[in-house]
């Protein structure tokens, strides 16, 4: 167990930056959020996690994406209770400044330039819209306290997916019509 405390300890700020990116990415949670977690926010049993430090001020709980509940369980085995997910190497909590930069590393890392919470968050909008998602819905999955801020924010891509939706359904009969004489 000392061996394996000592590993996390040595991966544990490469694995903060993954973890993190893929809060971001897959929860489309926001900087302040990811840096605020701390163990007892995660709720393993009912598969939530819970934010207590929110752009609302009030406690959001929103459903963990599958595929971080096997990375979050090995990651939150190594934590005390009340510990903070995301620390510094001095051992001080993240803000949200340190997100960004985690961010922005880790994009360069793997050649993805000009990347940060903002965009990452902004893309599962997009994506979210590309598959059909109704505005309604994707206001609750962005937690915005106003059902009105998606389609707010989100209105011309929106409006974009329909109008490609509906050119793509076009069906025309390419068959030649044979000449009256």
Do not use: C
């Given at each position: 167990?000392?061996?394996?405390?000592?590993?996390?300890?040595?991966?544990?700020?490469?694995?903060?930056?993954i973890?993190a990116?893929?809060?971001?990415?897959?929860?489309?949670?926001?900087?302040?959020?990811?840096?605020?977690?701390?163990?007892?926010?995660?709720?393993f049993?009912?598969?939530?996690?819970?934010?207590?430090?929110?752009?609302?001020q009030?406690?959001?709980?929103?459903?963990?994406?599958?595929?971080?509940?096997?990375?979050?369980?090995?990651?939150?085995?190594?934590?005390?209770?009340?510990?903070?997910?995301?620390?510094?190497?001095?051992?001080?909590?993240?803000?949200?400044?340190?997100?960004?930069?985690?961010?922005?590393?880790?994009?360069?890392?793997?050649?993805?330039?000009?990347?940060?919470?903002?965009?990452?968050?902004?893309?599962?909008?997009?994506?979210?819209?590309?598959?059909?998602?109704?505005?309604?819905?994707?206001?609750?999955?962005?937690?915005?306290?106003?059902?009105?801020?998606?389609?707010?924010?989100?209105?011309?891509?929106?409006?974009?997916?329909?109008?490609?939706h509906?050119?793509?359904?076009?069906?025309?009969?390419?068959?030649?019509?044979?000449?009256?004489?």
């Amino acid at each position: 167990q000392a061996i394996l405390n000592l590993k996390f300890q040595y991966q544990r700020a490469k694995f903060q930056n993954i973890l993190a990116a893929s809060l971001l990415g897959l929860q489309a949670l926001r900087p302040g959020e990811v840096a605020n977690l701390k163990k007892e926010d995660i709720d393993f049993d009912q598969r939530l996690l819970i934010l207590r430090e929110t752009k609302s001020q009030e406690i959001q709980e929103t459903p963990i994406h599958q595929n971080l509940l096997l990375p979050l369980e090995s990651y939150v085995k190594h934590l005390k209770q009340g510990e903070y997910l995301f620390v510094r190497s001095s051992e001080k909590q993240w803000t949200r400044k340190d997100v960004y930069h985690s961010v922005q590393e880790l994009g360069d890392s793997f050649g993805i330039p000009d990347v940060n919470p903002r965009k990452m968050r902004s893309s599962v909008a997009h994506y979210l819209i590309s598959i059909g998602v109704p505005m309604n819905v994707l206001s609750k999955l962005l937690r915005h306290k106003d059902e009105s801020t998606a389609p707010r924010h989100y209105t011309h891509i929106y409006e974009n997916e329909i109008v490609r939706h509906a050119t793509n359904s076009l069906q025309f009969n390419n068959q030649p019509q044979a000449n009256e004489e």
